[in-house]
């Protein structure tokens, strides 16, 4: 059973920046969704064991960077330009490989709140 460990979440102001970690041990792939009240889940980022392959949400291109570290065991989510509308509870999540579908892990999130 892999565990996966959030934190960084916060209240933030429009414009400004946060970075989420998530602690994983295991050779996975990582990804980072988010869900919002009343929506549905939504992908925001993906990244490969080797880290050579990335995949973003259209909605957060351009601001968001996932990157990791694999001597230390994290993964990072880097939100930069935070909107309103990246209001949510951001989960990160473990599967084999980028090529399979699903995700097997997920964490229990952690929220992040950008004031107006």
């Known amino acids: 059973q892999v565990q996966l460990v959030e934190s960084g979440g916060g209240l933030v102001q429009t414009g400004g920046s946060l970075r989420l970690s998530c602690a994983a041990s295991?050779?996975?792939?990582m990804g980072w969704f988010r869900q919002a009240p009343g929506k549905e889940r939504e992908f925001v980022a993906a990244?490969?064991?080797?880290?050579?392959?990335?995949n973003y949400g259209d909605s957060v291109k351009g601001r968001f960077t996932i990157s990791r570290d694999n001597a230390k065991n994290t993964v990072y989510l880097q939100m930069n330009s935070l909107k309103p509308e990246d209001t949510a509870v951001y989960y990160c999540?473990?599967?084999?490989?980028?090529?399979?579908?699903?995700?097997?892990?997920w964490g229990q999130g952690t929220q992040v709140t950008v004031s107006s």
């Open positions: 999540a473990a599967k084999s490989s980028l090529v399979v579908t699903g995700y097997d892990y």
């Open positions: 295991g050779r996975y792939a």
């Open positions: 990244i490969s064991w080797g880290g050579g392959n990335r």
